[in-house]
């Protein structure tokens, strides 16, 4: 234990302070500051935004897709459905239009906003 009665998994002394550790983070989360936590979060984050933006594209393409066959004669649910066909698609444009904006100024800065690097494991 030490001055504030912590456990020894939280607390590690470097020298004559000590560091609160988070039991809940992997170790290599652990020993970061907030710059380089920020580093590895943003990547994750933006890669977590295109995976749901590319998820709601196909639900919504399948979805206008079934409300087009189901339509029958009926002219507005025709409509409605080419609306929701040309939404999703307006939508995976704007997807595809962030992803080049973001490598652009990502090449432009040096910096590689969607790469993550896990040890052995590198998505991007």
Do not use: C, H
């Not at 196909?58 to 002219?75: C, E, H, N, Y």
């Not at 995976?92 to 090449?107: D, E, K, Q, R």
């Amino acid at each position: 234990m030490n001055q504030f009665n912590l456990p020894a998994y939280l607390a590690q002394s470097n020298g004559p302070g000590f560091r609160i550790l988070n039991p809940a983070l992997s170790s290599n989360l652990q020993n970061t500051n907030g710059v380089q936590f920020f580093a590895k979060l943003l990547p994750a984050l933006i890669n977590l935004a295109f995976a749901i933006g590319a998820m709601v594209f196909v639900f919504m393409l399948i979805l206008g897709g079934i409300q087009w066959i189901t339509a029958g004669g009926d002219k507005a649910a025709l409509e409605s459905a080419k609306g929701r066909v040309m939404n999703a698609l307006i939508g995976v444009l704007i997807l595809f239009s962030l992803y080049a904006i973001l490598n652009l100024v990502g090449l432009f800065f040096g910096i590689n906003f969607t790469q993550i690097n896990i040890g052995a494991l590198k998505i991007g």
